[in-house]
């Protein structure tokens, strides 16, 4: 089994940068002192399902702190989301969790409905759970089927805009999700939803989908319905100036100018937006 590799002393490296002492990280992870110890020491190493808690107490990424260099199987995607096996029992509405076991052990796949329910517990999408589910089982990878048209577009801009606006860092699926819904008024979006169009797997997302990302994105939706490099290159630079422009008057650096020149700066970029639009009504644009 592909198993995240552990490393004690980059454990106890990332420990003393964090200015934790062994006794209050095995207090936040619910163990004792002398596991940590073992762990730091390479006396011990903590079951994989234990991973996620200790990267997240330590404020790290799982795949900085514990990398994995080869595809995830079934029992590396149950570790990753904290799980036993026996927590699996919950999701697959059995009284134990020898399905999952068996599947892990590539003895028995899992029905379809587990399949399922397993994805959104694991927080991956139907494609990802299958895939891990073969290499449980020793079977070859499919050929990775290339994003349709749609999806691919959906895919590039929800990367444009990660990289142009958000500086790399983009919102998480689940705040996407929960802040596209919360706009919208219904519940149309989920975190493994907002995961497949990250990666073009949804081959033609609904409108109502896609308005919602919008929203939660607060990106008009004309930016995800066209493939206009120029109209996509007028509305990432508007939502950066945006952005700088409100965080200067959140830091107070509205008092650095009198409210006419605000007004004033506010009034020349409304009247900007307005004449390209205007000139794009008339078919100025190329």
């Not at 969790?97 to 694991?122: C, N, W």
Request: a negative charge; hydrophobic letters at 40%.
């Amino acid at each position: 089994m592909p198993d995240r590799a552990f490393d004690g002393s980059k454990l106890r490296d990332r420990r003393v940068i964090k200015r934790l002492s062994q006794a209050t990280l095995a207090e936040g992870l619910h163990v004792k002192v002398n596991a940590v110890y073992r762990w730091e020491n390479g006396l011990a190493a903590p079951p994989p399902e234990r991973f996620p808690a200790i990267a997240a107490f330590m404020g790290t990424d799982l795949d900085e702190l514990f990398p994995r260099t080869e595809s995830p199987n079934l029992a590396d995607l149950r570790c990753d989301a904290g799980m036993t096996q026996a927590d699996t029992a919950r999701y697959t509405n059995t009284s134990s969790p020898m399905p999952v076991r068996a599947a892990e052990q590539g003895k028995r796949p899992l029905s379809d409905q587990a399949v399922t329910a397993l994805a959104a517990a694991y927080h991956v999408t139907r494609a990802e759970l299958l895939a891990a589910q073969r290499r449980s089982f020793g079977q070859p990878e499919e050929p990775k089927e290339e994003p349709s048209a749609d999806g691919a577009r959906v895919a590039r801009k929800l990367e444009s805009l990660r990289t142009e606006v958000y500086g790399g860092v983009a919102p998480s699926d689940a705040h996407l999700a929960s802040e596209g819904n919360r706009k919208s008024g219904s519940t149309v979006l989920t975190e493994t939803m907002v995961r497949a169009l990250r990666a073009g797997e949804v081959a033609d997302p609904e409108a109502a989908v896609l308005e919602a990302l919008a929203l939660a994105l607060d990106m008009p939706l004309v930016y995800f319905q066209q493939d206009h490099p120029e109209v996509d290159a007028l509305i990432l630079s508007t939502r950066v100036v945006r952005n700088r422009f409100t965080v200067r008057v959140a830091r107070g650096a509205d008092q650095d100018m009198p409210k006419e020149s605000w007004d004033q700066l506010r009034d020349f970029i409304g009247e900007t937006m307005v004449e390209i639009l205007a000139d794009e009504e008339n078919g100025s644009p190329a």
